[in-house]
């Protein structure tokens, strides 16, 4: 009796660990597509708070737009081996150019008028409102 017992608990306790891994490996990610440039936010999944800046400075950005109903943002998530990143190297923004990176900005400590800078700097869209 003990042995099932004993064998139905290792199991459970195997797939709570496994789980806990696959979740450790992934990330979000926050992306949008506007023209020719793919723009992603890579976090860590639970830790939101670290990212404020990087967030507030896409909205900012994407209201600097004639057109804000045509830039939507989609949420996903992904593993940490398939970009180019580490775990410490988040929250991240990574900005690219028909497929090459053309700017990259990380670490929790970003200051959101630096990272809103960036992106103006980098993203080059034709009907920019104030600029």
Not at 24 to 47: F, G, M, Q, R, T
Not at 68 to 82: G, H, M, N, Q
Request: glycine share 2%; net charge negative; hydrophobic share 35%.
């Amino acid at each position: 009796m003990i042995k099932p017992l004993y064998a139905l608990l290792s199991s459970l306790f195997l797939i709570l660990i496994s789980g806990c891994s696959i979740e450790d490996d992934k990330v979000e990610v926050i992306s949008a597509e506007p023209s020719d440039y793919k723009i992603h936010l890579y976090n860590h999944l639970e830790d939101h708070e670290q990212a404020n800046n990087y967030l507030a400075a896409l909205l900012n950005w994407k209201m600097k737009q004639k057109d804000e109903d045509a830039l939507s943002f989609k949420e996903s998530t992904v593993r940490i081996k398939d970009i180019n990143l580490n775990k410490d190297d988040l929250p991240a923004l990574v900005i690219t150019k028909n497929g090459k990176p053309v700017e990259i900005i990380s670490g929790k400590h970003s200051n959101k008028e630096d990272i809103l800078h960036a992106i103006e700097r980098t993203v080059s869209l034709p009907q920019n409102k104030n600029s």
